[in-house]
């Protein structure tokens, strides 16, 4: 089975600027999570979906990161407008659904903001 | 809110000698997840502890839940350098809707 795939791999951004991240997870898994790793720190989640709904957002600084996953499938995460604390890994992953908590991440897309 | 704490933050070892990492939680899980990341990689699933006192072996990899369901284990039988990346735990809240990662062992290996 093919596994969660995420565009672009590698973004250099100014601060200001918007970026938009893309993750399409493993077929049939109900829920999809996005991580920021900042070096040298675990995953934090920022948003969890359980198909097209929103099941937890609390950690998602909302007044610049937004995140949608339209028809539950694929996923996009946008950061606008970007500052230089936003450098890190976003990470998408994905898992089967409620029960089944084995998630399967993406190769993450690192993000440089200068 | 729920917090998932891992000991030490760093761990280096000669090959062959044994090496373990502690998780602990605020409040009680549902079940616990062992990941690995290979330096430059992505986590990769390990294992998955459910059941209080639970103990799962994959191969020299030992993997314990505690009893009362709040901490766990990871130990390493004489590490090789294919050992060497960060280990993280993954708690599940009574839910088991919520996954807090903890902030990760990282282990080196010297041949």
């Known amino acids: 089975e093919a596994g969660v795939a995420q565009s672009p791999r590698y973004k250099i951004i100014e601060k200001r600027q918007s970026v938009a991240f893309w993750c399409n997870p493993i077929?049939?898994?109900?829920?999809l999570y996005w991580y920021q790793q900042i070096l040298g720190q675990g995953p934090k989640l920022l948003i969890q979906f359980q198909n097209n709904g929103v099941v937890d957002d609390s950690q998602l600084p909302k007044d610049r990161f937004s995140a949608e996953r339209l028809k539950g499938v694929d996923s996009t995460l946008k950061i606008q407008p970007a500052k230089l604390e936003d450098s890190a890994v976003y990470l998408c992953a994905s898992s089967r659904g409620q029960g089944y908590n084995e998630q399967f991440f993406g190769p993450g897309t690192r993000l440089t903001v200068l | 809110g729920q917090q998932v704490m891992q000991i030490p933050q760093y761990q280096h070892v000669q090959e062959g000698e044994d090496f373990t990492t502690y998780c602990n939680s605020s409040?009680?899980?549902?079940?616990i997840q062992w990941y690995k990341q290979r330096p430059g990689g992505h986590p990769v699933f390990l294992i998955q502890l459910v059941k209080s006192g639970e103990v799962k072996k994959q191969k020299r990899l030992t993997f314990q839940f505690g009893e009362a369901k709040k901490n766990s284990s990871l130990h390493i039988t004489a590490t090789q350098t294919t050992d060497v990346g960060t280990y993280f735990c993954?708690?599940?809240?009574?839910?088991?809707?919520?996954?807090?990662f903890g902030a990760g062992t990282r282990l080196f290996v010297k041949a």
């Open positions: 077929s049939g898994h109900a829920t």
């Open positions: 993954a708690g599940s809240d009574t839910g088991g809707f919520k996954t807090i």
């Open positions: 409040t009680t899980l549902s079940n």
